[in-house]
């Protein structure tokens, strides 16, 4: 686990033999799912697309839930519907697609709609759809321009088109039987401002926050107005926690290939053709790579995978915020500074990894411990409380 390095800094403490630590959590994000075609349109004023030389099957879903099921985690899809529109409803929605008022999307409806949408509806656990866009650009007479919800610079589109993209986003989505809209978004090409961006009176986030999102997760190094961040690996953006990606460990047009390197911040992003191969058939040996790399981050006491994208969301905050001390049999929590945040999501649950020379019992008046796990390695126990809070302002778990 050299390459593992980098989390031996997490915060630690210890008395006696016995150590605690409430781990980074680590969600995995996966771009541009949701074209059908594969084809990197760009040259010719169509999207980016994914660049796979083949169409997309409903196996490249799958795929997702496979690497959701061997990890116990579930995948964010950030999700493209352009081409799931069935009724052509894009017709009526300015700048969302290269052919604007004549968007013909017949070609692209068939039965692999369905197939794939009872894939997405019957692995729930292993998949969740995160708002990506219709048609990921912004076209104004059949040239685009980088992106769907904010220009290049960060500044977001008008408020009034924002609105009619999220409004046929989710008719798209009912149009499919795939849902509600969902509660995480990523921003097109990364284009974003944190807050409200010039010539604006309100925020993406603000929109976002009205229709019920919670997260969103895009990298900070280009977003707009970065600078008014105040927590570090995650801002808060009128209640919505806005995560920072980092950097992907693979280019997004790598079909396959081998991931390798460390996942150096609380988000394991790629976009879909990493996870895929050429032959969708082999798609599982590319999701068995992506496995081996990312299942010694559940193993190691300081980080770990989270297992769906609200658990994410709380462990990071108390994972930044919630003090700790360990000493004389009892584990200290004090959630003072968590609960200054103003997320919408709440922070009743965490996570809390414990390794001992010796076998522990835990036991708490003052938070619910909801399930314990152990493991033991070499000469060690590691244990995974998970806890879900009684008191707000803090509790002590005691072990003998
Ligand atoms: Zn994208």
Redesign the pocket.
Known sequence: MGNLQAFESIKKVSDKGVSVVIPMPIQVVI??VGWWSGEDGSERQEP?RTGISRNHVPGDYQAIVELGKALGIRPQA?I?LGEWDKQNILRKVPHSTWMGKKWDNSKWVGPWLEEAADIINNNKDNFEITM??LG?EWWTDGKFTR?EWAANNGVMRPKEDIERHLDAFAEILKQNNLGELPKSF?P???RHGFGVTPGNEVSIAELLAKRSFTYINTPFEIMLNKEHVKHGPFGVDSGILTVDRGNDLLD?YKIGGKPEGTINGSTCGM?WPNLLHEDPERNLEIVERWVKLLAPYNDMQTTILAKNSVFFQQQLVHHKYTKMKVNDGTIILNFTDTNQLSTIISNNELTVKVSSNRELVFSSDSINIVSISSKKENNSILYILNFRKKDYEGAIVSFV
């Open positions: 771009d541009d980016y950030a493209v990506h866009g990921h992106a990523v097109t090409a990364f997004w976009h």
